[in-house]
T-cell receptor
Framework: AQSVTQLDSQVPVFEEAPVELRCNYS??????LFWYVQYPNQGLQLLLK??????LVKGINGFEAEFNKSQTSFHLRKPSVHISDTAEYFC??????????FGTGTRLTVIP | GAVVSQHPSRVICKSGTSVKIECRSL??????MFWYRQFPKQSLMLMAT?????????EQGVEKDKFLINHASLTLSTLTVTSAHPEDSSFYIC????????????FGQGTRLTVV
């Protein structure tokens, strides 16, 4: 069963426009949720994470995400994107045995 | 944040040879390290979890005799791809976590393996 679903494989957006990258998870127990960014031929960099507490989580580079338990979602948002935000974005969840399970990724392309 | 160094970043090897990839945690002790494989335009798939001083736990479908993992110290884990074949060509990424802090896993830069 898919633990993390990223419905959008590619998201093109114009520079300075807002963006939302969607992530839904499937779990009936408490989860830890993450967003990572991957630039070409590089490893992953943590953008933000939700462990507990406030459902609105702010991360690096101006990104934020909101944990919505009723909708089992953890969408990533940024009010104004830059060219440098062009990258692959992965939503991930920790379930049970402390292993990270990743979504299939969303390629964000910022158009000048 | 903590630094995890992965080496080499790129390697090209001949079919049938073995390749070793190193993953080092530079400024913390990582009792647990994870090895992932990423196919082009796909997500990361967990291959195995290694705990310092014990045998690695492999995910279903991952051949443990082909992908040898050694976690001999708290700062170093190695992945050896034995008798590599072109289908083993991929991007391999490691991550490391401190004891009881699995929600703070740090990733290496990745290794692009090409088997010719």
């Amino acid at each position: 069963a898919q633990s993390v679903t990223q419905l959008d494989s590619q998201v093109p957006v114009f520079e300075e426009a807002p963006v939302e990258l969607r992530c839904n998870y499937s779990s009936s127990v408490s989860v830890y949720l993450f967003w990572y960014v991957q630039y070409p031929n590089q490893g992953l960099q943590l953008l933000l994470k939700y462990l507990s507490g406030s459902t609105l989580v702010k991360g690096i580079n101006g990104f934020e995400a909101e944990f919505n338990k009723s909708q089992t979602s953890f969408h990533l948002r940024k009010p104004s994107v830059h060219i440098s935000d062009t990258a692959e974005y992965f939503c991930a969840v920790i379930l049970g045995a402390n292993n990270l399970f990743f979504g299939t990724g969303t390629r964000l392309t910022v158009i000048p | 944040g903590a630094v995890v160094s992965q080496h080499p970043s790129r390697v090209i090897c001949k079919s049938g040879t073995s390749v070793k990839i190193e993953c080092r945690s530079l400024d913390f002790q990582a009792t647990t390290m994870f090895w992932y494989r990423q196919f082009p335009k796909q997500s990361l798939m967990l291959m195995a979890t290694s705990n310092e001083g014990s045998k690695a736990t492999y995910e279903q479908g991952v051949e443990k005799d082909k992908f040898l993992i050694n976690h001999a110290s708290l700062t170093l884990s190695t992945l050896t791809v034995t008798s590599a074949h072109p289908e083993d060509s991929s991007f391999y990424i490691c991550s490391a976590a401190q004891p009881l802090r699995y929600t703070e896993a740090f990733f290496g830069q990745g290794t692009r393996l090409t088997v010719v």
